[in-house]
């Protein structure tokens, strides 16, 4: 597609049910990324895919969080047992490769209640 | 941490004025860019500086760099009603190990009023 597309833009979910986020990267972008944001803060790294391998998941809080990229392109996100403090807006990212512009997506707002 | 910090947090400026923006960052880099966010949602690229680089341009932004101080900052000049957004810099890491993450800061909000 033309740019990143995040789907859903929005997500209500109860604690501690499962969620999915998907991402869908630039055609051809080998580099993708997912961050999280809360209101009034920056965004913040949580894992960085090159092809399909997690090259750096040293960013994911805990072990609720998890993310696939099983064919190199679109990678979901996933987060287990669903806590009020995991609502923030869950931002994608992909690029050519390390040190090169990212491009993010609309991101998807997750809210936890 | 690595995080860029803007300063300052929050700039209100009427239709025409310039606006300046500016970054410090802790550790080496190998770029550093500059991203728009409109109400919380996507970070739109502005432009990316390299190292090497000291200054760059684009349309109306200006982006200097100076990796001595750690610091660089964005201009945007004649500035529009548009151009309300939060601003962020991103940094990148030299290191092997953390190659690919980008940190961000908190932001710059700007406010131009017509």
């Known amino acids: 597609g033309a740019g990143v597309s995040q789907t859903p833009s929005n997500k209500v979910t109860e604690k501690g049910k499962y969620v999915e986020l998907r991402c869908d990267p630039i055609?051809?972008?080998?580099?993708l990324y997912w961050y999280r944001q809360s209101l009034g803060q920056g965004p913040e790294f949580l894992i960085y895919?090159?092809?399909?391998?997690?090259?750096?998941d040293s960013g994911l809080p805990n072990d609720r969080f998890f993310a696939v990229r099983p064919e190199g392109s679109v990678s979901t996100l996933k987060i287990q047992r669903t806590e009020r403090g995991d609502s923030a807006v869950y931002l994608c990212?992909?690029?050519?490769?390390?040190?090169?512009?990212?491009?993010f997506g609309q991101g998807t707002r997750l809210t936890v209640v | 941490s690595q995080q860029g910090e803007e300063d300052p947090q929050a700039l209100s400026i009427q239709e025409g004025e310039n606006a300046t923006m500016n970054c410090s960052y802790k550790?080496?880099?190998?770029?550093l860019q500059w991203y728009r966010q409109n109400s919380g949602r996507g970070l739109v690229h502005l432009i990316l500086?390299?190292?090497?680089?000291r200054e760059k341009h684009s349309g109306r932004l200006r982006v200097t760099l100076d990796t001595s101080k750690k610091s660089s900052s964005l201009l945007i000049t004649a500035s529009r009603a548009a151009d309300t957004a939060s601003y962020f810099c991103?940094?990148?890491?030299?290191?092997?190990?953390?190659?690919?993450?980008?940190?961000f800061g908190r932001g710059t909000q700007l406010t131009v009023w017509p």
């Open positions: 990212a992909s690029s050519w490769g390390g040190n090169t512009e990212a491009f």
């Open positions: 550790t080496s880099i190998n770029n």
């Open positions: 055609s051809g972008h080998t580099a």
């Open positions: 991103a940094t990148d890491s030299d290191r092997g190990s953390t190659l690919g993450r980008l940190y």
């Open positions: 500086i390299r190292s090497n680089e």
């Open positions: 895919f090159q092809g399909t391998g997690a090259a750096d």
